[in-house]
């Protein structure tokens, strides 16, 4: 099969196992075809698939993956001569790393909005479908929704990192308090143990909670940096903490509080 057809097979599958897709006339552009297949990923509930699929999808995703490139977080300098710290501006779901860490809700399911630009969705879509299905049977087996500050570890699958760690950040929606920076310092605390526990050497972080869970950039900055800080004080397993971008603004803030 060329790239086209996985990507046409893929979505007449998906829209097969629903009957209110029947009559969804599948789009003769490029564009909307890949936007009509990451919709149908991000509503796709946790369910059983056959391998046949699987074996598509992953094949598909590998050959995005490729076309995108792949940045090695090995290569990436750190921001002090013989330190741990890497700041790097770019897109997460490109980067291999031990782990990487994607900031989820308490659902820990993925973002079920189509095509929405948060992170949560952006590495669930380009993982494929057997993150939702793994963070499933996490949730099923916990029997509640994960608690603010902790931490979850799953394979990355179609990712070139190893290992997701999905953190829930806190929600802010006045004044930031103590608690709040508390729990936002337990996010960055419990994916580094996890990441330890797993054999981990290098950790990518996303700004967690600076999106739509509305923590105030800055603010969000100096608490993770502070927190890997105090961490890496402490210990010797971890080589590389990569604390990753994507806006121009949170550049221009790590880099006055790394002194890079």
């Known amino acids: 099969m060329t790239h086209e057809e996985k990507r046409v097979y893929l979505i007449k599958r998906l829209l097969a196992e629903d009957s209110q897709y029947q009559g969804v006339v599948i ?8 936007d009509l297949l ?21 094949e598909y995703l590998g050959e995005e993956s490729e076309q995108r490139g792949v940045v090695d977080g090995r ?3 750190p921001v002090q001569p013989g330190g741990r710290m890497v700041l790097w501006q770019g897109d997460i779901t ?3 790393a031990d782990a990487i860490v994607n900031a989820a809700n308490s659902a820990l399911l993925g973002c079920f909005q189509p095509l929405h630009s948060c992170i ?18 996490l949730m099923r087996e916990q029997g509640h929704e994960e608690e603010v500050g902790k931490a979850k570890i799953t ?3 179609n990712l070139p990192a190893r290992y997701v760690l999905h953190t829930v950040g806190p929600a802010v929606y006045g004044r930031v308090t103590e608690r709040d920076c508390g729990l936002l310092a337990s996010c960055y605390r419990s994916c580094l143990e996890l990441a330890v526990e797993n054999g981990c050497k290098s950790i990518a972080f996303c700004c967690i909670s600076t999106g739509v869970f509305h923590f105030p950039n800055r603010k969000a900055a100096e608490t993770a940096v502070t927190a890997v ?12 903490v990569i604390f990753n971008v994507y806006k ?8 006055n509080l790394l002194q890079v």
Do not use: W
Request: a negative charge; glycine letters at 2%; aromatic letters at 6%.
């Open 229 to 240: 800080r105090d961490y890496l004080a402490g210990d010797s397993s971890i080589e590389k």
């Open 248 to 255: 121009d603004l949170d550049l221009e803030l790590y880099r």
């Open 75 to 77: 290569t990436l300098p």
């Open 120 to 137: 949560d969705n952006l590495i669930h879509s380009r993982s494929g479908i057997q993150l939702r299905l793994a963070c499933d049977r």
């Open 38 to 58: 990451r919709s149908l990923m991000n509503v796709r509930p946790p369910m059983p698939v056959n391998e046949e699929f699987l074996k598509l999808q992953d």
């Open 27 to 34: 789009p003769n552009t490029q564009e909307n075809q890949e």
């Open 155 to 157: 394979p990355a699958f």
């Open 94 to 96: 490109t980067l291999k």
